[in-house]
């Protein structure tokens, strides 16, 4: 094994943001004249857009309105390397994938790439409905560049991966969203290049086919072959890939063969801040008032200690708040609300929730409160937790929407024992719930 | 196990020549060609009742009505040949042409979705069209000919029909009426990637570019000065050739189709350096 399979030196690629995309000739006509006439200072109306990227941005391009999806990247992959690339939407992991599967060029930079390349940038690229599934294995396995009588060869085998030999000779129009799916990702899965790209596949099919693909792609790799797998489902990279990259923002941000490690930095957000926001604490005399004044707010274990993100699922957790009253009243509700990372509202919680004789009481004085966040209910990913609170029915103090004591809660890991559920559900929450036979 | 070719090396580089063709990966990509000709077909006529029958029905018709406005109420002279017969041949080489470029001049833009997931060398979409209206030329080609046999046996008209020799070198203008398209063809959807104006122009542009060639009158109309303007439409030539080709009548110049011919080798290349120029990185055009 001498040479890398793949090198990538100094990639970049420039974006042009905005309308650019439908000029008309009416504009470049424009501007060539006003340019023509010398008239370059007088700028034509569209030369004033709205800027969609401030210049402090840390990919803003050389130019207003252009952006660096990609910004000097560097790294190398060995023959049989299955490498998992990470990073938040817009960090450049398609743009790098779209480059060296030769879709569009590099602004500047070069790439080396050794072997033939295939990529899977969306399963069923091609298929067209009225065809059937045979004439469509055989297009789609074309435009993923087999050659006839290689896909003559596979042709048995791809049919029964996907599971849909009964219907072989249907027009796919008429297949079930699953069988269209298998049907496709059989058909990729069947490719024999030296580097496979694939971007975000495993986001279909049911659980039972996606262990099937993990699997097959396990396989892949053991035959020798070079995988680049961008993808959101960490538990997906975490179980195939032996390497990750992270992506932020344009750049490398991280190169390692610890790729749990690398994970968890990129689920904990990758920034310092949000680690520490697991606590908040009070700097003086933000929310200052007589029933209830905020001191502290905090996600822990049941010892009090704090929990370090992400967390696992597979315990309680509780949101524990420290406050002084200097007023005792009966109408002090007390709690938190909880919000997913793209802020929908899960649920609201308060100390009086239950029946009046379960209720904390609350007395004059330092008073350190706590409530139970359920094991197993919330779903992998990223949560916020607000403080909650007012006089029953007369005043908040807590007010949601309004800028309040915040804790954030990241949740990573198998959110159940079931050797069925591995990954992340669909849903807000994932909680998990008793079945039971009946007769 | 799959071993690394030592010398196999892909270098993706921006700004390659503008004289970079990737023929290699045509080749590699010949079988793709095949398989999208078979799905042009096959998809067209699915669910449709007539199915290939409709290759036949359209220039049929337009034969027809052709023959009804120009002939008979127009009265554009046919140089005495039957109407039918006369409009039928010029549609044959036209109808391939104008089918064969108004789908690639939207090759690009039509197949977006699919260029912008997976890499196969551009050129092929474009090469299927032409490739796959050829289908529906020799089905033209053969209704042409049983009219032609029709009129030349059956009517006293026949007598007026003499081929020639010049039948022969027909596929040579069908090639060339297939580089015309393509060349054109390669040039406009290159230019919609940036300009969707050529879309709403290409609307029009070939239904003017049918009266400026000569199909429904014959070039012996035209006033002698004039005629130096038609060697620079190649479908003119073409279409002339076929007419003389079939019916021994009509006109024809030899040093017209040399220009017309240098013309179309000069579009069909200009054509593939410009879309293969456009085509790298069209993808964050649209």
């Known amino acids: 094994m001498s040479k890398p399979i793949i090198e990538v030196n100094h990639l970049s690629k420039l974006y042009k943001l905005g309308t650019v995309g439908a000029t008309t000739l009416r504009e470049s006509f424009d501007r060539w004249w006003h340019k023509a006439r010398g008239e370059e200072h007088k700028l034509h109306p569209i030369d004033h857009k709205p800027l969609m990227i401030e210049p402090d941005d840390l990919q803003a391009g050389p130019e207003p309105n252009t952006l660096w999806a990609l910004k000097d990247v560097s790294f190398s992959v060995n023959q049989g390397e299955i490498v998992g690339i990470i990073g938040r939407n817009g960090a450049g992991k ?3 994938l779209k480059i060296l599967s030769k879709i569009t060029e590099p602004t500047s930079g070069k790439a080396i790439i050794r072997g033939r390349v295939s990529s899977l940038l969306e399963v069923g690229t091609g ?11 055989y297009l789609n396995g074309a435009i993923l560049g087999m050659r006839k009588s290689e896909i003559a060869r596979k042709f048995d085998e791809i049919v029964s991966f996907a599971e849909v030999a009964k219907f072989i000779d249907t027009p796919v ?10 049907l496709a990702f059989a058909v990729a899965a069947h490719l024999e290049p030296e580097i496979l790209l694939i971007d975000e596949v495993l986001a279909v099919g049911d659980a039972l086919f996606q262990k099937k693909c993990i699997g097959k792609m396990g396989e892949v790799a053991k035959q020798g072959r070079t995988v680049l797998f961008v993808s959101h489902n960490m538990n997906a990279v975490e179980a195939i890939c032996k390497k990750a990259l992270l992506f932020n923002n344009g750049s490398i941000a991280g190169v390692s063969s610890d790729v749990s490690m690398l994970i968890n930095r990129y689920v904990s957000g990758d920034k310092e801040d949000r680690l520490n926001s697991a606590e908040w604490t009070n700097s003086g005399q933000e929310f200052s008032n007589p029933w209830f004044k905020p001191l502290r707010l905090k996600i822990c274990d049941h010892e009090g200690n704090r929990v370090n993100m992400p967390v696992n699922n597979n315990a309680d957790m509780w949101v524990r708040m420290e406050g002084d009253i200097e007023i005792p009243d009966p109408a002090l509700t007390i709690g938190y609300a909880i919000y997913t990372e793209t802020g929908n509202l899960l649920y609201w919680s308060y100390q009086t929730d239950q029946q009046e004789s379960f209720w904390p009481k609350l007395e004059k004085g330092r008073c350190i409160l706590q409530g139970r966040v359920p094991k197993r209910l919330l779903n992998e990913g990223a949560y916020r937790i607000e403080l909650l609170g007012g006089l029953h029915y007369r005043q908040w103090l807590f007010e949601p929407g309004t800028k309040v004591p915040t804790v954030y809660l ?10 069925y559920w591995t990954m992340k559900r669909p849903g807000e929450i994932a909680p998990v719930i008793e079945w039971a036979i009946v007769q | 196990m799959s071993q690394i070719d030592p010398d196999y090396e892909v270098i993706i580089q921006p700004n390659r020549s503008w004289f970079y063709v990737d023929w290699k990966g045509l080749l590699h990509y010949s079988d793709l060609l095949f398989l999208l000709v078979r799905r042009d077909f096959v998809a067209r006529y699915k669910q449709t009742i007539l199915g290939p029958l409709w290759f036949i029905i359209q220039p049929i018709f337009t034969t027809v009505v052709f023959t009804i406005v120009f002939a008979k109420v127009a009265k554009i002279s046919t140089d005495e040949l039957p109407p039918m017969l006369f409009y039928l041949c010029a549609l044959v080489p036209w109808g391939y042409f104008s089918g064969s470029l108004e789908a690639t001049s939207k090759s690009l833009l039509a197949n977006a979705g699919l260029f912008n997931k997976v890499y196969f060398p551009r050129l092929i979409i474009p090469l299927s069209i032409v490739v796959s209206n050829l289908i529906a030329l020799a089905i033209q080609l053969a209704t042409f000919l049983g009219f032609y046999f029709y009129y030349k046996f059956l009517t006293p008209a026949g007598s007026t029909i003499n081929p020639n020799l010049l039948i022969f070198v027909l596929p040579l203008f069908l090639l060339q009426t297939a580089a015309v398209a393509l060349g054109f063809g390669l040039w406009v959807s290159a230019l919609t990637v940036k300009y969707r104006d050529f879309q709403n ?11 400026a060639t000569p199909i429904i009158y014959p070039t012996s109309t035209v006033p002698e000065k004039w005629r130096v303007f038609l060697a620079l439409n190649p479908m003119a030539g073409i279409v002339d050739s076929f007419r003389y080709a079939f019916f021994g009548s009509g006109y024809i110049n030899v040093s017209h189709i040399l220009i017309s011919v240098a013309g179309t080798v000069l579009v069909l290349v200009s054509g593939m350096l410009i879309f293969n120029k456009v085509e790298r990185t069209f993808v964050d055009w649209i």
Request: aromatic share 14%; no cysteine; charged share 15%.
């Open chain 1, 410 to 419: 990241t949740i990573r890991g198998t959110p159940s024992d079931s050797p």
């Open chain 1, 94 to 96: 398609s743009t790098l």
């Open chain 1, 173 to 182: 129009k008429h297949y079930s969203s699953g069988m269209y799916v298998r």
């Open chain 2, 201 to 211: 122009l290409m609307a029009f542009i070939i239904p003017l570019w049918m009266y």
């Open chain 1, 127 to 137: 298929f067209h409905p009225e065809l059937t599934g045979r004439e469509n294995i």
